[in-house]
């Protein structure tokens, strides 16, 4: 088994199509693959049709539901959702209509600090307009020179305190655990190591998730440090959470980690995939 369960395609801010991140994840061994777009599956049926063509692959239907919490904004993966669960879409589609609006606010943000044309700029680079992400804003900056690459401009850009980031409601966590669960899923908390919460309030973020009904935690993540997949570890201990891994993958020129490339995880910690019916 290599799973790798969070991933984005072009239906959200990745780079390439969903039935290429399909293939990719095949060429590159994996054998159980979770396409998690940004607030959207509408990518999970050619990531499907696509892995019939794969000996091997298997795709679960994926989602990365954006929340707010405590005023940070936190990512709930959904694994093995029922797609056509109207609960779950009419979710979805409230928090990407957000998504526009929220993209109109930055640009006049950036506009204030001197950079002009954002809002077109950055829908240049959006193949689905209410998936509208940060990373396209961060792809626009590359291309009028104010950073060199996607990565470095979340250094200057885009985050609390630096120009372009404006305040967003999202859902709640509950919300997103129920809508995840009413749609046969299961709710894992994305890429923990990220968020900047000293360890007592993580502490709560992942008694509340529990209290919802959100039973996994990324352990393994593309974005985790060996320290923090060890921290994860521990979490996942004390909370008796199922573990999952992903690398994140956004696209081959954008991310540090490729599909399937990813550390195992600790032997002593259950899989999300055993839950999901997978040896
Ligand atoms: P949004 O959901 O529109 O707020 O955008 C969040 C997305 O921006 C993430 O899913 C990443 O693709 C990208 N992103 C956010 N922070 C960073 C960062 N520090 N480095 C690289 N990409 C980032
Ligand atoms: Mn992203
Ligand atoms: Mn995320
Ligand atoms: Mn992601």
């Known amino acids: 088994m290599l799973a790798d369960l969070h991933c984005h395609s072009n239906v959200s801010d990745g780079l390439l199509p969903p039935g290429a991140v399909a293939a990719r994840a095949a060429a590159n061994g994996v054998t159980l693959l979770a396409l998690t777009d940004h607030d959207n599956t509408d990518g999970v049926a050619e990531a499907l049709a696509a892995a019939e063509t794969h000996d091997g692959l298997t795709v679960l239907a994926g989602v990365e539901i954006s929340v707010a919490w405590r005023s940070v904004q936190v990512h709930i993966v959904g694994l093995n959702v029922r797609c056509e669960n109207a609960a779950l879409q009419a979710g979805l589609a409230g928090i990407r209509s957000g998504r526009i609006d929220r993209g109109r606010r930055m640009a006049e943000a950036l506009a204030k600090a001197g950079i002009e044309g954002a809002f077109e700029g950055a829908m240049k680079h959006c193949e689905t307009p209410d998936t509208l992400s940060r990373a396209h804003f961060a792809r626009f900056l590359v291309d009028v020179g104010k950073a060199p690459n996607v990565r470095s401009v979340f250094e200057r850009y885009l985050v609390p305190g ?118």
């Not at 923990?192 to 000293?198: N, S």
């Not at 985790?224 to 956004?250: E, I, K, N, W, Y």
């Not at 954008?254 to 997978?278: M, R």
């Open 162 to 279: 630096k120009p372009g980031y404006v305040e967003h409601v999202w859902a709640s966590v509950e919300d997103a655990v129920s809508w995840i669960r009413d749609a046969g899923g299961v709710a894992v908390i994305a890429h923990p190591g990220r968020y900047d919460f000293r360890a007592r309030l993580f502490d709560t973020l992942c008694g509340h998730f529990q209290d919802c009904g959100g039973e996994a935690i990324e352990v393994v993540s593309g974005s985790h440090s060996v320290d923090q997949t060890r921290r994860m570890a521990q979490v996942a201990r004390r909370f008796s959470f199922l573990a999952s891994c992903g690398s994140d993958f956004h696209g081959p020129s954008e991310s540090y980690v490729d599909l399937g490339q990813l550390p195992p995880l600790p032997e002593d910690l259950t899989p999300v995939w055993h839950a999901l019916g997978f040896a």
